[in-house]
């Protein structure tokens, strides 16, 4: 089912704090005009991060910049990546690095942009019944009796060597080959001595398996608690609300929930896009902003209102119980082992919804560990690279305007006199308590014991 805005709102807007805005925004011109193209067919894939289009649309925000948009939802993660490049949808929710893959040619060459970052790290690692039941002897119990979370995958080691032994592996699914999914799930394997395996592109090799202990295959997010369930796979790294569609399913339990300070989904454009219609792209941004505001607010006050809203059928199309799990701020582990998860889904604070250069850095890091970028690369890539993907004007000049209008507050948004987009060094941090540089990437790759680095090749 398709969603189309027919209610179109007056332009004018108020303008009489310009002038402080500037002060803040360097980047900002002058109030952006009229859209440039008002008719607009947004995609997303069925995740509870795709909340910021629903919302923008929902609540009015399209309809004040005078844009007319059409919500699709999309099948699957190629299908969004190859409608956007081929102008079908005139922008998506989007993993944040098939921007960052598009432009270095891997799987598809094209000139993509992130204007705005939808959400940051809102995923979980989930595993079966069968292969909890083997790990859970493995892992620290507290004093209240449940597991210590977050639970290294050094617990699922033993069985991932038992099953070797005898001959077997373990399966699990990821989302798309450059997904946070499959980086994530790459990343919790490796920090606990399991070898996820390589790529080798340059070779044919795109399956990632290449000396792999457990192996990774793609599987739409909707369709990974059946799957599982079918015994296709083991376990699988997604967004919501899958991981907790297996609990309340009762056929898999979430071993880990990532939440730190990392972009996850973005929203992604053809820099053509831009280049055509700035204004039409600052209006879109300027209306995601105010969604992502919204979702946040209020120590996530309106997320009840938000879970009930994307649970239709033509957003996610999940039951409001499970979506709202993670929306509200807990996470279910084991049946009825709930925790307080407050930052699962974060779509504003901590300066989420920016388009960060060093997040992209981080993925391409990620991309070369594991093979998809077969040769050493100077640091000065990584960084140029990086830049190429994001569009922090369009960002800053949204900013600007709401700022301008009202509708925001300038310290809603960092001092983009000074803020770059590169995150501070003990800002990310996964698993193993590494920390990343996003100006010493190479230096970064050497901390890691599993995964390519140096000049290493496969």
Do not use: C
Request: charged share 20%; no cysteine; net charge neutral.
């Amino acid at each position: 089912m398709k969603k189309i805005s027919s209610l179109l709102r007056p332009l004018a807007k108020t303008t009489f704090a310009i002038a402080a805005a500037f002060s803040l925004i360097t980047a900002a011109q002058a109030a952006t005009g009229p859209a440039e193209k008002t008719e607009l067919k947004f995609g997303f894939i069925k995740l509870t991060d795709m909340a910021d289009l629903a919302v923008a649309y929902e609540n009015g925000y399209f309809d004040d910049e005078g844009l007319t948009v059409e919500l699709e939802a999309q099948a699957n993660w190629k299908v969004v990546l190859d409608r956007v490049i081929s102008g079908e949808l005139d922008g998506s929710h989007m993993l944040m690095a098939q921007p960052v893959a598009a432009n270095i040619g891997y799987g598809t060459q094209a000139e993509l942009v992130i204007p705005f970052t939808m959400t940051q790290n809102t995923y979980a690692i989930t595993v079966s019944n069968e292969i909890w039941k083997k790990m859970k002897k493995n892992v620290p119990v507290g004093a209240d009796g449940k597991p210590v979370h977050p639970i290294s995958a050094s617990t699922l080691k033993p069985v991932v060597d038992s099953m070797k032994d005898a001959g077997k592996s373990i399966q699990m699914g990821v989302v798309f080959p450059v997904s946070t999914h499959n980086m994530g799930l790459r990343y919790w394997l490796a920090a606990g001595g399991i070898n996820p395996g390589l790529y080798a592109p340059h070779k044919g090799d795109t399956t990632g398996q290449i000396d792999a202990e457990v192996l990774l295959s793609v599987t739409p997010p909707p369709q990974m608690p059946a799957t599982m369930e079918a015994g296709t796979i083991q376990g699988y790294s997604v967004g919501e609300p899958w991981n907790q569609q297996a609990v309340f399913r009762g056929i898999g339990v979430p071993v880990i929930a990532v939440h730190n300070k990392m972009g996850d989904k973005v929203f992604g454009v053809k820099k053509e896009f831009i280049q055509k219609y700035p204004n039409t792209s600052v209006r879109v941004v300027k209306a995601m902003i105010r969604a992502a505001k919204w979702l946040d607010e209020n120590n996530n006050a309106n997320r009840s209102a938000a879970a009930k809203m994307i649970s239709a059928a033509h957003y996610v199309g999940a039951d409001y119980k499970v979506i709202a799990n993670s929306m509200t701020g807990v996470f279910e582990y084991e049946r009825k082992d709930v925790r307080p998860t407050p930052d699962f889904n974060v779509f504003f604070r901590y300066n989420a919804s920016y388009p960060h250069t060093s997040d992209a850095v981080w993925y391409l890091t990620q991309m070369r560990r594991w093979g998809q970028i077969p040769e050493a690369k100077p640091d000065s890539w990584y960084m140029e690279m990086g830049k190429k993907a994001v569009a922090p004007e369009i960002y800053q000049q949204a900013a600007a305007d709401l700022i301008a209008e009202g509708k925001m507050a300038a310290s809603d948004f960092p001092d983009f006199k000074t803020f770059n987009g590169i995150r501070a060094v003990n800002e990310t941090e996964w698993i193993d308590g590494v920390q990343f540089d996003a100006a010493k990437p190479n230096e970064y790759l050497t901390k890691f014991k599993i995964g390519l680095k140096g000049d290493e090749k496969i």
